[in-house]
């Protein structure tokens, strides 16, 4: 999920393990530790092409592997030497927002990278440096420290294994990607009681209250993310009977919520030589789905099958993808797994969230991500989404 849902459910951890001994402390280490394993985009920086990228992202440092072998190690860190921690942190942080600077000519990006060194060296100095480093309310223990690692690492990656992006916690054995697409990748009503939580807990100095804040902060997150489940459930046979009564016949389908809600759903049906995209709402007045035909098209690309970029793209795709081909030869490969922007209302470019342009470049197959979903403007998809989500089936919008 998104970066401050991982820093703010990382925090929960850590006051869950450490808050009896540390205090509030326990929230600032819970949210280093539950954003840890997102710094695999440092990878980014050191990638030969944007492809790659999307097979390191939730990669490893996602896994199961990493989580057990990790755990311990930094809890050992933390015990002996809590500065390294924080430094490597800082130091990761500074390598990835300083590179994509660098990369992108972003003096803003760059800035941003030298204030965290900054901060980084500061920190540094304050626990190594100084003849008074910052003390603890109490010390707790390696395996105190390991615990909590453990907890902020392992529910990272669960709630990204339950986004449609998926994640690879078999790595580095298997990379398949697991995916349960009950939750989008940002959804406020998920986040907002973990960040209040960390938000209101430093006002409280009984530490009592601040585990029952906490507390009741997860409970309430988890039980959203049940109820996510639930719903999903309810949507699959929706989408099963309207298929039956329409006379699809599927191979197989997909569904997923859209971004910030599990109230308005979408699904990606494959068939035997298209995909139907579809949506649904609980606010719908009636459960009839109607549904756009994509056609897959996937022959095109049996020239290039056998070339790195596309069986990345294939991988990453999961089967659901379509292919179309520009008017120069070049192909554009549709990932359908993330459906599409604006719900199918859009008129013209930037329908798919992933798009790439596969083509020849001097001699040599290249590809590259297409941004045309960046030209639409943000506050036209908001109105989609609103009216969409309250049961408008045919909203209309000015673009």
Known sequence: MDSLTQAVLGAACGQAVLGRKIGAKALAWGAIAGTLPDLDVVSRVFSEHEIYGLLYHRGVTHSIFITLLASPLLGYLAHKQRGAVAVLF???????????????????????????????????????????????????????WSWMFFWAILTHWLIDACTSYGTQIFEPFSSYRVSFNNIAIADPIYTLP??????????????????????????????YMGLSFVAKTQVNSIVAQNLKEQGIEQLDFLTYPSILNIMLWQTTVETKDAFYYGTYSFWDEDSKMEFKKLPKQHELLDKWAEEEFVQILKWFAQGYYSVEEGENGELYMNNLRFGLMGFGFLKGKGEYVFRHKIYLKDGQLEAEGVREAQDIQMDLLFELLWKRIWGDKHPVVHQ
């Open 194 to 223: 973990l960040l209040l939580a960390m938000i209101i807990i430093p006002f409280f100095k009984n530490n009592k209250w601040q585990q029952r804040i906490n507390t009741t902060a997860l409970v309430l997150s988890t039980a």
């Open 90 to 144: 800082g130091l990761l942080l500074v390598l990835f927002i300083g590179g994509v600077g660098l990369q992108e000519e972003s003096s803003i990006m760059q800035g941003i990278g030298l204030f965290i060194l900054a901060v980084t060296a500061w920190v540094g100095w304050r626990y190594w440096g100084s003849k008074n480093p910052p003390q603890l309310k109490a010390e707790p223990g390696w395996k105190n």
